[in-house]
């Protein structure tokens, strides 16, 4: 049992260590001047208090989604609607956040609850037509991460939408609104001690309350939980309030942590790359965290990498290819591998 | 006898998972004869078939064709070796026409790159004739009954250069004329020299047409006969019998009241038969009532009507006087019925879920087993450390994925789990299908300690001698029906028992109506 933890610990730290492989030897390819490059991706984002900020705050949105989807992954739910979620979310803490007249304290938390509600509803929609009419999540949370682009800029231009700015941008979130910052010398916020908190929180809903063993069991084998007396499709619509909620204040934090203005005109990208952060992690909601910095921290490699080489961020959008190549392959191997055990083990029972 | 064109020696296989399902199997396959493969479901006929066909590889053993040793990698490989296979469920594409199918993987090129479809019907039409197997090379296969369909599927065989061909249970889907075709067909195959290994159930069939019978049982082979040697008795006793003799020391203590009662259930399958028909019986507390019968006989569906699962079932089920029959899964159990499930890969476990998580998974909502919002793991805890230790389950320990178990160990979690709640009923489908008799013994054991206790057990199995054996009494069913009920099954024999389980023979309705109890 221990071995086989061991093994897929491994696993992942060797997809990592080729996708990093990999970098290098791009490295080597394009640039001219080789060492430095590759210092600058490796070492850069660590060289300075301000650098380090980058890569935290990057990695609070990551946690977030990160969680969102491993709930979902756990299930054996392909939804991907934690990306319309946070865009839509922070556009929703956006409004709240617009307003005057409220306590530093109550504002954003009632901004980051609003976003965190309209999430859930969302996903509450995805999630029901999943457990009463089987309706494939994949497609129905795809088609709604439009809808909700669309609908989104539709408030954005008509209701929240300030003609004096230069942009395409909101009125300007009240600084009541404004998450504190809690490292001085970088944007670092609140938000990353709200995701932590979560992260245990998940944690502990997971492992130890009897609904997350629910939701264990019933992505373990349905048939089996059903058979114990599980309500599955009620398990499948919690599930989902759930992610969405996490996906929705993971939205709204963003927005008024690291946003004097909503001026999100398409989709962050965050809610997919939480399916990459859950991919690496296993689903699991410690390891969330780790891939989560990971993930930022190899972002703001190439990042610096862009600015002050001659290697431009685009090979990021490779790497990250590769890693998700090669996790979800395994995933996907796996899966496949334990139908086919499955099934045989069916027939011949 | 003619020389063993095929031989497969000392045959087992393990799937990764633990489960063996053939054991040190020996098949072998005479030149030109029609040979009978048959067993209960997973006696292991599928998976040696499978090993035959390169779609599973044997964890030991070896293949011989022609005397000389082979290994198929792949069905590819074997269909290279001449061996063809008819599958239960077609392998056709529905939209393609017959010659299109017919070619498909081997297409004849014009120019080295264009399917020439002129040549693919000239192909089909010449083995057609061969064979002496009409089909209409331009017809849709979507378009075919199921017996053309079959005729194609022989025909996608013989024209790959198919010497053996196997047929996995041809005749469950024919019609008795198509089955009458078909066997004029494969004799016809048989006088071209043709070898053919015929998977099935219906053993009057392979009385009718078979050479040779090889018997499997519970991933073994009990034997191999002439046809002419064995009686259909003969077959169904080596088919569902037990090497070790049940023996077990019952009281006879008086029942009490009627626990379980089952009222005119009537159901009916996908094509309108009904597959069960007023099946109207009791079970008292401290009795365990047996159901026999050949599989398919509606005890599936039995089953499935007293746990709820079964929708547009008439008639009621009543535990202790409540009407159960509408109720979900959850308040079922909150009846006091436990359920031990025929299938414990599907059902009766989540494999990657550790023990623990898997004893628990039918009362982890109560309130003993939780603190405030948190699940009492400590007390889960020593729970599966003390079923383990009761049930002798061979674990390295409560975390550990249960699908990592032993079939025996996994089903001894499923009986510990579905007997330690106290259950007033306790269903028992199948309960020592595929375990060793070390783990059956226990798991008989219990079902005796819950008889004493009072409970009512309905018990469902296709192992005779453990119904003989275990029953306080039995009902037999047969195509939906109950057609006889017995108070003392052990002075019954196997051979009587047999006779009412083929439905040569049935009660009359006022003896079958003491199965109510009333």
């Known amino acids: 049992m221990l071995k086989l933890k061991y093994f897929e610990l491994f696993r992942t730290l060797a997809v990592v260590l080729i996708a990093l492989l990999l970098t290098m030897l791009f490295i080597l390819l394009i640039s001219d001047n080789k060492l430095e490059t590759m210092r600058i991706f490796l070492a850069e984002p660590v060289s300075s208090r301000s650098h380090v900020g980058n890569v935290i705050e990057l990695a609070i949105p990551l946690i977030f989604t990160g969680l969102a989807m491993a709930l979902m992954f756990r299930m054996n739910l392909f939804n991907l609607g934690a990306e319309g979620i946070f865009f839509f979310s922070g556009l929703v803490a956006a409004a709240v956040g617009i307003q005057t007249g409220l306590s530093p304290f109550v504002h954003p938390l009632l901004a980051i609850l609003a976003g965190g509600a309209v999430g859930s509803m969302i996903a509450f929609v995805v999630g029901f037509l999943k457990a009463k009419w089987d309706a494939n999540e994949l497609v129905t949370s795809l088609m709604f991460n439009s809808i909700l682009l669309g609908v989104g800029l539709y408030i954005l231009n008509y209701f929240l939408r300030d003609a004096s700015a230069y942009t395409t941008s909101s009125y300007k979130i009240a600084a009541t609104a404004q998450l504190a910052r809690i490292i001085p010398g970088t944007r670092v916020h609140t938000g990353l001690i709200v995701a932590l908190l979560l992260v245990v929180l998940v944690y502990l809903f997971v492992y130890k309350t009897r609904w997350g063993y629910e939701l264990r069991m019933t992505g373990a084998n349905r048939a089996f939980a059903e058979y114990s007396g599980i309500k599955t499709g009620r398990t499948i619509v919690y599930v989902h309030l759930i992610s969405g909620f996490i996906a929705g204040i993971g939205g709204s934090i963003e927005v008024l942590g690291m946003h004097p203005r909503f001026d999100w005109t398409a989709l962050p990208g965050h809610g997919f790359d939480g399916a990459l952060v859950a991919m690496l992690a296993k689903n699991g909601p410690a390891a969330v965290v780790l891939s989560a910095f990971f993930l930022a921290y190899i972002r703001v490699g190439a990042d610096m990498m862009s600015r002050y080489s001659d290697v431009p961020a685009e090979m990021l959008a490779v790497i990250q290819s590769v890693i998700l190549l090669l996790v979800s392959a395994d995933q996907f191997l796996k899966f496949w591998k334990n139908r086919m055990l499955l099934k045989e083990a069916q027939k011949n029972g | ?518």
């Open chain 2, 1 to 518: 006898m003619a020389e063993a064109v095929l031989e497969m020696r000392n045959i087992t296989k393990v799937y990764p998972n633990g489960v063996v399902a053939n054991r040190d199997v020996n098949f072998s396959l005479a030149e030109g004869e029609i040979h009978a493969l048959a067993g209960e479901n997973g006696a292991g006929k599928s998976t040696l078939m499978k090993i035959l066909f390169g779609m599973e590889d044997p964890s030991e053993g070896e293949i011989r064709l022609r005397g000389a040793k082979v290994r198929f990698r792949n069905p590819q490989d074997a269909i290279a070796a001449g061996i063809g296979m008819v599958h239960q469920h077609f392998m056709l594409v529905p939209s393609f026409t017959v010659a299109e199918n017919m070619i498909l993987g081997m297409e004849p090129k014009r120019n080295g790159v264009m399917l020439n479809l002129r040549e693919a019907v000239r192909i089909t039409e010449e083995v057609a004739r061969k064979y002496n197997l009409h089909v209409d090379p331009l017809a849709k296969v979507e378009n075919l009954t199921v017996g053309m369909k079959q005729k194609v599927e022989i025909l996608k065989a013989l024209v790959r250069g198919a010497q053996i061909l196997v047929l996995d249970e041809p005749t469950a889907v024919l019609t008795p004329q198509e089955t009458a075709e078909l066997f004029e067909e494969l004799k016809m195959l048989k006088k071209n020299g043709h070898t053919i290994v015929f998977i099935s159930h219906k053993l009057k069939e392979v009385k009718a047409i078979c050479d040779r019978i090889t018997i499997m049982r519970a991933g073994r082979t009990e034997g191999v006969f002439p046809i002419d040697a064995v009686s259909e008795q003969d077959i169904t006793r080596l088919m569902v019998g037990r090497d070790v003799v049940l023996k077990y020391e019952k009281d006879g203590r008086p029942y009490g009241k009627p626990m379980l009662r089952v009222n005119g259930l009537t159901m009916a399958g996908a094509h309108g038969k009904l597959v069960l028909n007023n099946v109207s019986f009791s079970v008292r507390e401290g009795e365990i009532l047996g159901v026999a019968g050949v599989e398919g006989n509606g005890q599936t569906q039995l089953v499935e009507a007293i746990m709820g699962r079964a929708a547009g079932a008439a008639g009621t089920v009543e535990v202790d006087g409540t009407e159960i029959g509408r109720l979900d899964i959850e308040r079922v159990r909150a009846q006091g019925v436990a359920y031990i499930p025929e299938d414990r890969m599907r059902q009766g476990a989540a494999g990657s879920a550790s023990i623990l998580d898997n004893l628990i998974s039918t009362r982890y909502k109560r309130k003993e087993w939780n603190i405030g919002p948190l699940l009492n793991r400590k007390k889960m805890w020593k729970l599966s450390e003390s079923l383990i230790e009761a049930f002798q389950i061979k674990a390295s320990g409560p975390a550990q994925p249960i699908g990592m178990l032993s079939g025996g160990n996994m089903q001894k979690v499923v009986v510990a789990r579905e007997s330690d709640a106290n259950p007033r009923v306790l269903i028992a489908e199948q309960p020592t299908r595929g375990v060793d008799v070390g783990a059956a013994q226990i798991i008989h054991h219990k079902m005796l300690e819950l008889r004493r206790q009072g409970c009512a057990i309905l018990l469902l199995s296709a192992d005779l001698n453990e119904v003989l054996e275990l029953s306080d009494s039995l009902i037999v069913m047969y195509e939906g029906e109950i057609v006889a009920y017995f108070d003392n099954p052990s002075e019954l024999s196997e051979q009587e028992l047999g006779l009412y389980m083929l439905g040569t023979k049935r009660q009359d309705a006022e003896r079958i109506g003491r199965a109510r109890h009333a």
